[in-house]
């Protein structure tokens, strides 16, 4: 068969079925170890950690669907990041850009920092300003594209080469657009790590991570670490993600029409001094998000007039809950200086634009006018 399309390979890449029984989803194998055929013969399975077979059909199938050779699977985004800047040593240096995910820049932070492997932090607004920022001991970089929660695009395809130019990883966390609207490999990233909680499980009930690679070496080093340090996924919920990966592409359709009507509707709001949204024409990244992704994705940042009460906006919404992560299929609402990017320095957020009036959405599937409603109605109440 010539190479699926997309939605194709959502439901049959991978390892789609059960060769010893023909069952069309792959079983959950809930077992820890697999008894050994013969004494010193070594075999395809042997003990979960290193390789269980509902793990391995979906870390097949997201390897398919990113353009990659090969795919692990974490027990959450940050056991993946955490795996990934394993592959650098004592002396190494990774670049983050100013708008990382809290998260992230508190691994490397305080988790990395302290054993030597160092970070910088760029506030580039353009290519050749973050090429200034390469330092010979950078070997690695982190982008986010859309970022989190300004949604600023970064052109990725010459980002990779710049970093192959200087001799660093190129990794793209593609969290928030999923191979669905964009796959950083096929724009020369070497790797590409998800919170796959969020949009791939889709459903706001599991924890998961995935990294992937197109190289050998790569693949073989980072499945070194995937079984020397253990954080591998379960069986049941590498299932569930499986599971929630079948419908991607129904769901990120629906998720980016919500998040552009919301996003168009409100630019106009007078509560609403900006709306930030890559997949708006009017939005300043519009143009470089359509070079490289299909659609805008589903989250939407706002930026609250200074008569909105923030405690009784999020108080009065009735219907989008506020609640951390986002990708789930019922929308949720975020205030990220004191949520999800509370763990950043004030000075840092400051320097990037996260200010106290900036509000996150993750823009649900549910009927796009109920969700405006519940926005504008909440908004009129907090304001008289
Ligand atoms: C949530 C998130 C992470 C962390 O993933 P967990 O699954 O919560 O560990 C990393 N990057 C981005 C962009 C995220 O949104």
Redesign the pocket.
Known sequence: MNKMNFNTALIHAGIPNDESTGAVNIPIYQSSTFRRQELYVSQQWEYSRSGNPTRAALESLIADLEGGSHGLAFA????A?TAVLSLLKQGDKVLLLGST?G??FRLVDRYFQPLGIGYRVSYAQDLDELEADFEPDIKALII?SPS?PLLEVTPLRPLAALCHKHGALAIA?N??MTPYLQRPLELGFDIVVH?A??YLGGHSDL???LAVVKDEELARRLYFIQNATGAVLSPFDSFLLIRGIRTLGLRMDRHCQNALYLATKLADHKLITRVHYPGLPADPEFAQQREQASQGGGMVSLELDFRVDLRRFFKALKLIALAE??GGVESLICHPESMTHASMPASLRERIGIGSRLIRVSVGIEDKDDLLADLTDALEQASD
């Open positions: 959450s985004g940050l056991s990041l995910y998260g992230t986010e989190n966390d969290t928030f919170s909680t969020k924890l998961a991570g992560s986002l």
